[in-house]
């Protein structure tokens, strides 16, 4: 689970993306981006835990690797290392960042589909990789507590119709009253130190079994 505060030392892994065919003055070129984000990671005070390619082992290799935040290192192929970045943290989400050259409108949408939570274009220099992670953190951070609303929303909605649908069961089975039905669906859940919700499920469960 990432760290809450920003300050404190992450464990990182950075996917590197980009052509191992390419000429010397690309590969210099991704030499000194690998070098000023290293010295950028240092200079913050986090834990550069591996340089991973974006293969079919992504996904395993983050699982044993459990990092805090993904940093995506790619010239001219982040579509590419997207997908398959998308695929290794399907299961668990994570903040991630992603530097690269790549300016076209399609792959920043595909970015932000994906889940990325900071993309920054022709910006990887070492002074500023602290505070692009920074505010990466807290927007992932401030997007975990939006979904984590909805959610609970979401299940509030369903708990509530679940307990709506016993009421009914209920009032239809002994003749009660709305107010009744709803006492009994309480007294039922403080009895047995069981929340309403749950208590409304079971009886859904019986009425389904006695058809």
Sequence with gaps: MTRADPSSSLRIVVVT?????????????RACRSAALRAGLLESGHELVASLPPDIFLAER??????????????????????????????TRRPIVLFTEDDSAATMEAAVAAGVSAYVVAGLRAERV???????????KHEQ???????????MLAERKVIERAKGVLMKRHGLL??????????????????????????????????
């Design 17 to 29: 993306g980009g052509d191992k065919r390419a000429g010397d003055a690309a590969l210099a070129a």
């Design 62 to 91: 983050i699982a044993q690797f459990q990092p805090d935040l993904i940093i995506i290192d790619s010239e001219s192929d982040a579509r590419d290392v997207l997908e398959h970045i998308v695929s290794a943290t399907r299961g």
């Design 130 to 140: 602290r505070p692009v992670l920074d505010v990466a953190l807290a927007r992932f």
């Design 145 to 155: 507590k939006l979904l984590g609303e909805l959610a609970d929303t979401r299940r």
């Design 178 to 211: 709305e107010e009744e039905a709803y006492g009994r669906l309480r007294s039922l859940a403080m009895n047995k130190n069981m929340r309403l919700a749950e208590v409304a499920q079971r009886i859904l469960d019986v009425e389904d079994l006695l058809g």
